[in-house]
């Protein structure tokens, strides 16, 4: 009967709902705090939800595919007090251990909150992987998700994560990508108040992650519970008038959120949006081209969560943002309303089946339409005249004339993507998934550009360089992975085996070009035919096992192949056969048999917990990176033909290393005082900065050698230090100080901006550094409460960025000189900006 | 005093920032560029000297605080557009001349070595070109002869030999020049504001006696020698 009881109850109580990269596991034992015998048949429940489970015949309970966020626990059985665990977060992949001891009491109803405390060390992660919680990120004074990455150790201001580039790095929201596919980088924003945390992997990372070779950030989004909830907030940062307070972006931002129950039990809502006013840095020269704002952003999320039934959940999300910005160029400041304006939307919809089939496996179908748009400039393509920029007498700024730049870019990318996760037994988690992705890009763009030197002096008399395009492409790509996680035992060690296979699709063909030499050195360009391109595949291993090294120390090491396809830009530009035929020439033209870019990596790491605060780790890693994209001019380069350099496309034909050493000391567990000190050293070179690389050379004059030469984010040293602490008058800090060695630059001085100061010498990328760079960052905050339970609170705070107020640099020319010869003050970070804010909740 | 020191350092943070940027000048200003002219009148006494052309004067004047020196290029074109009268039905007429600047359009030009090609400005140094049109357009029409004309009865002289007839001087006619011109390979094309301006001619003749009636002196608007 007690059986039966048990297992009704454990079907009664656990829902599990799973998607690859959104769930975790809470896990732990229960026992009797006098006696410490393990505790039978408690329940484990998490509160606000109808997730829960009861305690085995060992006192252990686990549940599995909880979603990641902020929960409190409670654990009740009779003849004990109940114990509510505060502020458990969850984290998308992890195992969140919580054991608990129970007082006994005869008083019923007796509960007792205790507020939980993270493990040491998360035993079972075999990689280097950080996982920031909704708490802890609204304390941080950071904003962006490249800021949050650059917190980690290796990972550089940029977002450069162990020596590679930034683009290496993929966005996921809830598991699904949040790529721009053509121009790389982050494609959506989203409100500050819908994320529920975040999980950052910088060392390995598991099959079910794919194109991507250097980091991984995945973001799980809030949902609604039985709880209605409002919050707003409010911040700017010129709240001082500006007579005496110049340092401002003149920044105005409001954030909104809602959610709760529609239906109790059944139905939840959450919506959060973002708006954002911006004059930027530069609004001294923008207000007497332009009305404020210069800059405006909308952002939000709306998201519906359905408990169809037990083992039934269906969710629908829609993520947008809009942006609507001037752009600026230092050069350009006095003639800034020739520069285009710009606009970039996004949209993405997701729909979301989980079921669960038994308690111990689920299975999630998600349906993603994401759709991204990117304008460039105003009028209609029609109405573009191009024309040679006026310059003033020295060729330094640009006085006159409209940049000669529009674009229409839209992407629309449809994703099927389904996973299956299974506790087969206490050992082993097997997650296995397939993604299917259909894209449509479309690339209007209308680009022309003055052949410069390298130096950047605008050759006024050559032929303007054609960048211009038109295409519209359907690729299609895919993956499928398999992931078994085998725990040897309950507190033992972990091997995680897995194996990924994507494929793209270009669904393109190539033209077959022959130049035919004509006289004089010249060339003319013959198409003589159409090759269709192949499909691209790639399999990518990856092994990972960690292993406890007595009660409080565990060693990891992984190794992987880590595949990213290219930029839809690099295969598509330029071959677009009615382009070709009308004769119109684009400076690099697309290859769409580029192979996809492979890193191979592997770290090894050791962690201690050196005290019950304090946990020191120390991580080697190396990563070897081929088939990097660069451009190849296939004809001598003093040829006619193309405008003066010759033909040029995007091949595979550079590679990169990386290999470093990370050293961090955290304090944890003390709500006083907690933080972490890292510091890392490490090395990148490569022979190849920028897809680009090559075809600038060849346009400059000065190829570059075959050789191997330290990468412009080649930061060996570098300092992190983050801090949080509770002031007197319950005023929370949190700082961050980063201190960074510096970054190479080449110095290739020149007399007159035209020819070398020394032609005699090479030309060796990279061969100089520039400074060293301080930053520092405090969040002040405070929290009013109008309750007891905290519900109805007001915070207010002060965001202050660059607190040293240091001057950092951030480029210098071939000259040494710092932004060059205009002395550009884009050559410098911000200086310090302060922003006061409030927020209210209820 | 824990207050204090907060309020202190607040105080701090904010006080303490400054990002100005950089002050503007406009960059336009480092070089000053003009346009004028001067009608070259006829001298029909001399026929061996015979003038009857537009000279156009570019002046450009080095306003920028620092020497400036360079091998002397000169490129770059003067454009000069006849403005049809309003309502004049002129189909078929090309109305524009450009004429292509070169080393030998200089006037004047005080830092110019012309054995080494070196040009220096000075602060305030001026060099002056000068272009000089014969009223043809770019397909070689005569543009004398499209201008509407008007008698002129107090000169009498002859038009063809052993004919006389009265002076004709043309209508006001208004044109408009642009210019553009590079001093050296390393400096940028300097572009002159639009000059619109009129101006009258005095119709090609000879006369072997030089008549008082007819003198004409030389750059003077002939619009005025008839009231």
């Known amino acids: 009967m007690k059986t039966l009881l048990l297992i009704f109850m454990l079907m009664l109580f656990t829902t599990v709902w799973t998607s690859a990269g959104t769930q975790g596991i809470l896990e732990g034992r229960v026992t009797d705090a006098s006696t410490k015998e393990n505790l039978v048949s408690v329940t484990v429940q998490i509160v606000g939800t109808s997730i829960g489970t009861v305690t085995n015949i060992d006192g252990f309970y686990r549940l599995n595919n909880v979603r990641a966020g902020v929960y409190d626990i409670k654990y009740t059985i009779l003849g004990y007090k109940s114990v509510i665990l505060k502020n458990v977060t969850v984290y998308a992949d992890l195992r969140t251990r919580m054991d608990v001891q129970l007082d006994q009491s005869s008083v019923e109803l007796s509960v007792v909150e205790i507020f939980s405390q993270k493990p040491l060390i998360q035993k079972d992660q075999p990689s280097t992987a950080f996982s920031i919680g909704e708490i802890k990120l609204d304390k941080l004074p950071v904003t962006t998700f490249q800021e949050i990455l650059s917190l980690q150790p290796g990972v550089t201001l940029e977002g450069n994560v162990r020596g590679g580039k930034t683009n290496e790095v993929i966005y996921l929201i809830d598991g699904v990508p949040v790529q721009d596919y053509v121009a790389g980088g982050l494609g959506t924003e989203l409100p500050k108040s819908s994320i529920g945390g975040m999980t950052i992997y910088t060392g390995g990372f598991e099959a079910e992650y794919g194109n991507a070779m250097s980091g991984v950030i995945n973001v799980i989004t809030k949902g609604g519970d039985n709880t209605h909830k409002m919050s707003f907030r409010f911040e700017k940062d010129n709240w001082i008038p500006s007579k005496w307070n110049k340092q401002v972006d003149q920044h105005n931002e409001g954030e909104f959120s809602l959610g709760g129950p529609v239906i109790p039990n059944t139905l939840f809502y959450l919506t959060a949006t973002t708006v954002r006013f911006s004059n930027t840095r530069w609004w001294q020269d923008m207000n007497k081209y332009f009305s404020s704002p210069n800059s405006a952003e909308l952002s939000g999320m709306a998201k519906l969560d359905y408990l169809a039934s037990e083992s039934s959940k269906l969710t629908g999300q829609g993520i947008y943002s809009y942006k609507d910005w001037h752009d600026y160029e230092y050069s350009w400041r006095y003639n800034l309303d020739g520069l285009p304006r710009r606009k970039s939307l996004s949209l993405r919809g997701v729909i979301t089946l989980t079921q669960t089939i038994s308690d111990r496996s689920a299975f999630s179908l998600s349906f993603t339409h994401f759709y991204m748009q990117n304008r460039f400039g105003e009028d209609t393509k029609a109405e573009i005249e191009i024309q040679p920029y006026h310059y003033d007498i020295f060729l330094r700024y640009v006085v006159g004339g409209k940049k000669n730049w529009w674009a229409n870019i839209q992407q629309l990318v449809q994703t099927i993507k389904g996973d299956f996760t299974s506790q087969l037994d206490d050992v082993q988690l097997l997650k296995s998934g397939f993604e299917i992705n259909f894209y449509d890009i479309f690339y209007d763009l209308v680009k022309f550009e003055p052949q410069r030197t390298y130096f950047g002096k605008p050759i006024e008399n050559a032929p303007l360089l054609n960048f211009s395009n038109l295409y519209e492409y359907f690729p299609r790509s895919g993956s499928i992975y398999v992931q078994d996680k085998f725990r040897f035992s309950l507190d033992g060690s972990i091997l995680s085996l897995g194996l990924r296979w994507d494929f793209l699709d270009p669904r393109a063909e190539r033209p077959l070009v022959e130049f035919i030499p004509s006289s004089n050195n010249e060339f003319k360009q013959q198409v003589v035919g159409y090759k269709k391109t192949v499909m691209k595949h790639a399999f990518s291993p990856r092994v990972a096992f960690a292993a406890p090294m007595g009660p409080n120390s565990m060693f990891f090491v992984n190794f992987g192949y880590y595949f990213q396809y290219p930029l839809f830009e690099y295969l598509y530009t330029g071959i677009n056969p009615p382009q ?26 050791y962690k201690h917990a050196v005290t019950e605060n304090y946990v020191g780790s120390i991580t080697f890693f190396r990563k070897n990176v081929k088939n990097q994209i660069d451009s190849k001019t296939l004809i001598p380069f003093d040829s006619k033909a193309g405008g003066d350099y010759g033909f040029a496309q995007y091949v595979n034909n550079a590679n990169a290393e990386a290999q470093g050493i990370e050293f961090v000391l955290s304090r944890e567990r003390d709500e006083m005082l907690s933080g972490s000190f890292s510091y890392s050293f490490m090395y990148t070179e490569g022979s190849s900065n920028v897809a680009n690389q090559s075809i600038n050379q060849a346009q400059w004059g000065f190829p570059i050698k075959a050789v191997s030469f330290p990468l412009s984010w080649d930061q060996r040293h570098s300092v992190k230090l983050d801090i949080e602490t509770t002031l007197p008058y319950k005023i929370i800090a949190n700082g961050i100080i980063w201190f960074n060695s510096p970054k190479p630059y080449t110095y290739f001085p020149t007399r007159d901006g035209f020819t070398p100061l020394d032609s005699s010498k090479d030309f060796l990328p990279n061969n100089s550094r520039m400074r060293n760079v301080l930053f520092g960052n405090l969040k002040l905050s405070r929290n009013f409460s109008f309750d007891s339970n905290n519900d109805i609170s007001l915070t207010v705070y002060v965001d202050a960025r660059n607190v040293f107020n240091t001057k950092n640099v951030k480029w210098i ?21 302060v922003r006061v804010g409030g927020s209210v909740t209820f | 005093m824990n207050i204090r020191m907060m309020i202190l350092g607040w105080c701090y943070a904010i006080a303490g920032c400054q990002e100005f940027l950089p002050s503007r000048e406009d960059p336009n200003d480092y070089f000053k560029t003009s346009v004028s002219k001067m009608y070259d009148v006829f001298y029909p006494n001399n026929p061996s000297a015979k003038r009857n052309r537009l000279v156009l004067y570019l002046y450009i004047v080095n306003n920028y605080d620092d020497v400036i020196q360079d091998n002397i290029e000169i490129t770059g074109s003067v454009e000069l557009v006849w403005n049809i009268p309003k309502g004049e039905n002129r189909y078929g007429i090309d109305s524009k001349k450009t004429m292509t600047l070169s080393r030998s359009n200089i006037l004047r030009a005080k830092g110019y070595d012309a054995n080494t090609g070196i040009l220096t400005l000075a602060p305030n140094d001026t060099i002056v070109l000068f272009c000089p049109w014969n009223f043809t357009t770019n397909d070689s029409t005569n543009l004398m002869g499209k201008f509407n004309q008007r008698i002129d009865y107090r000169c009498q002289v002859f038009d063809t030999p052993g004919h006389s ?33 009129s101006q009258c001619f005095i119709v090609p003749y000879f006369s072997p006696d030089p008549d008082f009636n007819c003198l004409t002196e030389n750059g003077i608007d002939p619009c005025h020698l008839i009231e």
């Open chain 2, 165 to 197: 007839a009265y002076r004709k001087i043309t209508t006001e006619q208004e044109f408009t020049i642009s210019a553009s011109v590079r001093l050296t390979k390393k400096t940028s094309t300097l572009y002159f504001k639009p000059f619109t301006f």
């Open chain 1, 580 to 605: 070709i035929q009308s004769g119109a020439r684009s400076v690099l033209t697309g290859n769409p048999d580029l192979e996809p870019e492979r890193t191979i990596a592997w770290e090894i790491g």
């Open chain 1, 813 to 833: 020319d071939s000259n040494g000189r710092i932004g060059g010869e205009l002395s550009d003050p884009s050559a410098y970070y911000e200086l310090r900006r």
